[in-house]
């Protein structure tokens, strides 16, 4: 009988659902809208409900069904399946591995969804099977993901490879973890976004602040747009974020000395140059020792990463059975 895995990654707007082989492959993917209604009571049994519900157009039936891995935002304890707080979501000290299992009756495996992202791009992806990288998701926050001797770092609690929450300003913005100054604050779509806000009211006559007063709004694709067209102050909230985080990867990679250091998320897709800049800071700050084994790509599997992260984590399961 061909089992499969089911793979989930929990996002604050949807959840992607997949089903794939035990080698990695989608063999099925769809999204439905994350119901955040009652504190996302009710979203592990829209989960299984569309899962069921999809099971037959491939001819599969609940008992094809090897495992279940979920990638979940925010601080997410692997060992007792917890989410300690997905603000997002909804989820406070909630026991998602308890709830999926009630309801499944098959192994259930829960992993932060950065760190699953970056699992599947280290398996399948830009991360070419290495066993040290560093992965970063530049998104509405910053996600990270650490593989050291070929395995996620987690730490006690996991809060290990939170890279988005390293303190990068003493006396900078407010970060959601309750702190200030995380890289988050800076490097994220929304830190792009702040920092232009602010340079705007700064800088009333500039072409930013003109775009603002028309739209309302300002989206990181204006910053982006702007600089490429010679705006300097749109040009210093990318520098500023570029050289942040090449600097942050280099403090990092003095830890962990890796390989390869993948770029994933939205922001990613921003451009060569972005991605030159990110690499130029970075070989500015670290130590060349460290720097001349190490390159730095973009993430290949957009969406899938977490997916295809989440066959790996059944894989290394099933190597222990
Ligand atoms: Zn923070």
């Not at 099971?55 to 979940?72: E, K």
């Amino acid at each position: 009988m061909d089992e499969i895995v089911v793979g989930l990654d929990i996002g604050g707007t949807t959840v992607k659902i997949g089903f794939l082989t035990k080698d990695g492959e989608i063999l099925k993917k769809w999204e439905i809208p994350t119901n955040k209604k009652n504190h996302g009571k009710f979203i592990v049994e829209e989960i299984l409900g569309s899962v069921l519900k999809n099971l037959p157009s491939l001819n599969f039936d609940q008992q094809n069904i090897f495992s279940i891995v979920a990638g979940a935002p925010g601080f997410v304890d692997k060992k007792s399946g917890v989410i300690y707080e997905a603000v997002n979501i909804g989820w406070k000290n909630y026991d998602l591995a308890a709830q999926l299992k009630a309801l499944s009756n098959v192994p259930v495996f829960i992993e932060n969804d950065a760190n699953l992202a970056a699992l599947g791009e280290n398996w399948k992806g830009a991360g070419n099977g290495v066993r040290n990288m560093i992965a970063v998701t530049l998104g509405t926050g910053v996600g990270g993901g650490i593989v050291v001797n070929g395995e996620i770092l987690s730490g006690v609690n996991g809060t290990g490879g939170e890279i988005g929450h390293i303190i990068v300003e003493n006396n900078g913005a407010p970060c959601n973890c309750g702190r200030i100054g995380c890289l988050e604050t800076i490097v994220s779509a929304t830190g792009m976004v702040r920092q232009a806000v602010e340079l705007i009211a700064e800088n009333p006559s500039s072409c930013l602040s003109q775009l603002y007063s028309k739209n309302g709004e300002v989206s990181t694709k204006d910053v982006f747009n702007l600089a490429g067209q010679g705006d300097q102050l749109s040009q210093q909230i990318i520098d500023r974020s570029t050289s942040t985080l090449g600097s942050v990867l280099a403090d990092l990679s003095i830890i962990v000395n890796p390989s390869i250091i993948i770029v994933g998320g939205g922001l990613s897709q921003a451009g060569e140059s972005f991605i030159n800049a990110i690499a130029d800071s970075y070989r500015k700050r670290a130590m060349p020792r460290v720097s001349e084994v190490c390159s730095i790509k973009v993430a290949e599997l957009g969406n899938d990463a977490a997916l295809i992260g989440a066959a790996r984590v059944s894989n290394e399961f099933e190597k222990t059975l």
